[in-house]
């Protein structure tokens, strides 16, 4: 067992120093200040996809159940779930260049799993960008 | 490395000048760019006469195919000065790597702002930014006038023959994600969406290829140049249209779909056909969003692979292949706005 703190406090105490500490440090640098920006928000990514574990990946293998039409299990070991996940993405692509899609319903159906994986990885990219979208979209005239 | 790098460019500038003792007061690096450095100058000549300058280098490695040599835009930013483009006029460009370590153009220093947030939030430019509509489609429609034939811009990319710019332009696309050997469905979804849909394009014209902000020096006065011409090529006229418009160069301000100004797109379109440009071809130019949002999807991942290789180490470069997927949300969008089904 490791002693505290966990890697996610670990990196939050990382976050921190980079954010309160560095960046007022480094406000005369134009180019420095960018990517100390830049690099605290990769933590905070890093934090945000640690946070969210491996239910993600989970979804998006139920997701790709449906659209490719077959059940396979969710691997028992999740390290392997990211392998496994290239490997159906990779199927994926072959039928879609295939033609397999360009049917409307199956392609809607597609669609829909695109749309749902891409709002899953800015979930964790992201997340401010999703807010900004819905905002707008709420203040769309009808 | 600066006090070599500015004694070497004094060497070069005073064998180009043929002005010994010519003195390099200032060097600064400015903000912005991933695939280039830009380098204020400032030169003091022994007769004590200042001139400024910008130097831009490209860095280590550059994606893109289509990106032109420092030559080749050099060449481009001359004839599109010749023709009444606003352009810092250019000085000298240099493709030997031994004097300064990579290819470098230098040209006029303008002063006002590139950065794009600055752009549309500045106070002291809320006059400049209600002419920019009409003074950017005015400017477009001289863009598109060039002449291909000019010897200046003989060497600029154009369609592989039988193709259309559109077709062209997917193939590379097709290409740049073979090359990276990725497969990401959203992707190639994107690719056979517009595959079924490529405008004609009957006149392919000379484009500036990444026109939109970031790429135009504001001062109080209005525009002052047009700069970045590394993705000059020939293609439909409605990807420079469409380019100006796309989501991520509205810097937050989504709601704006023109440049995230608060003019609509109508403005700019009627200034570039009074001006001479092309008739607006509204369904080319939705086809051409798609595309430009598909092609910096892939631009972020290959960015990213700049860093994983190895060569251009670098957090900024890390971190836009996870920004990828904006682009890729964005194109599912405007394919949802579009009609994923509307062929059938």
């Known amino acids: ?142 | 490395m600066n006090a070599d790098f500015r004694q070497r460019l004094t060497e070069y500038l005073e064998a180009v000048l043929e002005l010994p003792d010519a003195d390099v007061t200032r060097l600064e690096r400015l903000a912005g760019g991933t695939s280039r450095e830009s380098w204020l100058v400032e030169l003091k000549k022994p007769d004590g006469t200042a001139q400024t300058w910008v130097l831009r280098r490209d860095l280590a490695t550059t994606y893109a195919d289509r990106a032109l040599y420092r030559d080749q835009e050099f060449r481009v930013i001359r004839a599109a000065a010749s023709a009444g483009v606003q352009v810092p006029a250019p000085r000298f460009y240099c493709v030997e790597p031994c004097i300064l370590d990579a290819p470098f153009l230098v040209m006029d220093y303008v002063s006002g702002s590139s950065i794009g947030r600055e752009v549309l939030e500045r106070a002291d430019l809320v006059d400049a930014r209600k002419g920019l509509p009409a003074q950017l489609g005015e400017q477009l429609a001289r863009i598109h006038a060039l002449d291909r034939a000019h010897a200046d811009l003989a060497a600029l990319p154009v369609p592989r023959a039988t193709f259309s710019p559109a077709q062209e332009a997917l193939a590379e696309m097709r290409a740049a994600i073979l090359r990276l050997g990725v497969h990401n469905p959203t992707l190639e979804f994107g690719l056979r969406w517009l595959e079924k849909r490529m405008p004609a394009c009957p006149v392919p014209v000379v484009l500036h290829g990444d026109f939109r902000l970031g790429n135009f020096i504001i001062s109080p006065r209005g525009l002052e140049g047009i700069i970045d011409w590394e993705f000059a090529h020939v293609g439909d006229p409605a990807e420079d249209l469409a380019c100006i418009s796309l989501r991520h160069w509205r810097y937050h301000r989504g709601d704006q779909s023109f440049a995230g100004m608060s003019a609509s797109a109508e403005t700019f379109y009627r200034a570039y056909e009074v001006a001479g440009g092309w008739p607006v071809n509204r369904a080319a130019v939705a086809f051409w969003s798609v595309w430009g949002n598909l092609r910096w999807a892939i631009l972020c991942l290959a960015q990213s692979r700049r860093h994983l290789s190895g060569h251009d180490r670098s957090v900024e470069l890390a971190s836009l292949g996870r920004q990828s997927a904006e682009f890729q949300l964005e194109m599912l969008r405007l394919i949802a706005e579009q009609g994923v089904n509307d062929d059938v």
Request: net charge negative; glycine share 4%.
């Open chain 1, 1 to 142: 067992m490791y002693d505290r703190p966990t890697l996610e406090e670990l990196l939050a105490a990382v976050h921190f120093y980079v954010q309160e500490r560095v960046q007022p440090a480094v406000a005369g640098d134009a180019r420095l200040a960018e990517e100390t920006r830049i690099t605290g928000e990769a933590i905070a990514l890093v934090l945000r996809q640690l946070r969210a574990g491996v239910e993600p990946l989970r979804a998006e293998w139920q997701r790709l159940d449906y659209v490719l039409g077959r059940s396979v299990p969710f691997p028992a070991d999740p390290n392997d779930a990211e392998d496994g996940l290239r490997e159906r993405e990779r199927k994926l692509c072959e039928w879609i260049n295939a033609g397999l899609y360009d049917l409307p319903a199956r392609r809607a159906a597609l669609f829909e799993h695109l749309m749902l994986n891409v709002r899953a990885q800015l979930e964790i990219a992201n997340p401010s960008f999703l807010e900004e979208l819905a905002q707008e979209d709420q203040n769309r005239p009808l």
